[in-house]
């Protein structure tokens, strides 16, 4: 039978009543003591008391749900409160004897995968609800699983991160030709051996009115990216230097290929490190540094197949490694900016441009950042939206468990980027930072390259100390080479793109979606790009 309630409130206010319906003489008068209570007070005090019957349902609910139906409506709402009014924990419903089988190590634990461990989530459940065993056997089971699962994907990515080693070090067939063709271009055509630039441009080379870029590079298609994309997207290409800079083997192919290809009207320079007389081990500490680190890689490092086989080391520690054995980090080619100031004595101001890199937009507004003093104009990479690429700090590239590192500098200082920076070269020649990188590369060699493991960023990262002034990352993003979490869309509106890392645009390892960016500055119709077998896809 339904009974319904009739909720009468006293013209006063005085009076609250509430009369059962059909005949029940009970009735229930509340009275007020002041004239002044009003009707919202009735009707707020009528809401809360709905909200606490809701609240009470509800825990009750959820601890029927947990298994408890045993559970007065009171007792429920009591224990769900009390422990978090007094600050204690709730009591958890999972047996102890599962967290002391998940946290014994893995190898008391029976590992060795047969016809008996569950090769899949499915197939073990299927399992447990045939044999419904004990919490410890479900544990024991469990963790066998997971474990067998984590060995073969570690050994996966560490397989994945062994090809792509393999697969960015060489230098690929279509590359490699293209420096035989234009060798021998260079060889017999006088047009290919022009001398760049022409006599009477060559003042413009020490003219601090003009733009002054640089690159080092001794990829040939990689510089001419850079080269057409900084000169197409400048509002001023006649104003644009860029200095090229290449070593002895890729200098006449390299001259060749800006010979039968000139950006006019911007001015390029081709140049080997051995037209630089003072360049010369004996002079040049890094010179001496890298013959030693080469030593001591091949030593300490024991090749790449040493470095796959330890079953010890996670596998981003086993990538970083792989990396370190890359020919890039050895190449005199990816110190030569720690020397621009010697390279360049007549220059005031330089941008230094890597070989992987796109240009985007007109760069020569960046001669109206005010540098303030500082000699590194660089972005920051430990603040942005993509927290995968610019989460980048002193700890991700130095061993702060080494004293010398700990000692001096803070893990959690941000870090910055090399690729596109701009370097006040009056300021830089009043400190000591190329000083400063060859006595830290020096201390990672004595310390047996346990200061850092790879790479010119982590010396740079220390030898700029306190000079580099943080530009708007606008003008420069990262990481197009070792993800593709970045969208076309994000890619496509900054101004300057990096392809650091492995998948590099020019390698078949390159994401499909990120290296359309880089093709576009290609002309595969070029006569050698064609004979070369060099395709947009």
Known sequence: ??????????????????????????????????????????????????????????LTAVDTIDGERKCSTLGCLGRKIGPRILGRPLESTVPDVIYQVLEE???????????????????????????????????????????????????AKIQEYLYRHVASSGIPKQLHCLDLKLAYEHSINANA???????????????????H????????????????SLVQNSFHPEKVVLHIITDSKTFSPMQAWFSLHPLTPAII????LNHFDWLTKGKVPVLEAMEKDQKARSQFRGGSSAIVANTTEKPHIIAAKLQALSPKYNSLMN???????????????????????????????????????????????????????????????????????SKNFDPNECAWAYGMNIFDLQAWRETNISEAYNYWLEQNLKSDLSLWQLGTLPPGL????????????????????????????????????????????????????????????????????????IRET
């Not at 720690?338 to 007109?362: A, G, H, M, N, W």
């Not at 993509?386 to 991700?396: E, G, P, Q, T």
């Open 1 to 58: 039978m339904k009974h319904t309630m009739q909720l009468l409130i006293s013209p006063s206010l005085r009076h609250v009543t509430v009369l059962p319906a059909k005949g029940f003489k009970e009735f229930i008068k509340v009275k007020v003591g002041s004239r002044r209570l009003s009707y919202l007070v009735v009707f707020y005090s009528l809401l809360l008391f709905t909200f606490l019957l809701r609240f009470i349902f509800v």
């Open 105 to 155: 190590p893995s190898d008391k634990i029976e590992m060795e995968e047969g016809p008996d461990t569950p090769q899949s989530l499915e197939e073990f459940m299927d399992e447990m609800k045939d044999i419904r065993p004990g919490a410890e056997t479900f544990a024991v089971k469990l963790k066998a699983m997971v474990t067998l699962l984590e060995q073969r994907t570690r050994t």
């Open 193 to 211: 051996r022009l001398q760049l630039p022409s006599a009477e441009l060559v003042p413009a080379l020490v003219d601090n009115s003009y733009f």
């Open 213 to 228: 870029f640089v690159l080092a590079s001794d990829n040939i298609l990689a510089a001419s990216v850079v080269a057409s």
């Open 269 to 272: 320079e081709v140049k080997g």
């Open 335 to 405: 110190h030569i900016r720690i020397y621009l100031p010697e390279l360049f004595p007549s220059l005031d101001k330089v941008v230094f441009l890597d070989d992987d890199i796109v240009v985007q937009t007109d760069l020569l507004s960046l001669w109206d950042i005010d540098m303030k003093g500082k000699v590194n104009g660089a972005v920051e990479t430990c603040r942005g939206e993509d927290k995968f690429v610019m989460a980048k700090r002193f700890k991700s590239y130095l061993n702060f468990s080494q004293p010398l590192i």
């Open 462 to 533: 220390i030898a700029f100390h306190g000079h580099v002034h943080v530009i708007d990352p606008f003008w420069h993003m990262l990481g197009l080479g070792y993800q593709d979490n970045t969208s076309i869309t994000d890619a496509q509106s900054a101004g300057v793109i990096h392809f650091n890392g492995r998948a590099k645009p020019w390698l078949d390892i390159a994401f499909p979606q990120l290296r359309s960016l880089w093709t576009k500055y290609v002309n595969f119709s070029d006569k050698f790009i064609k004979t070369c077998h």
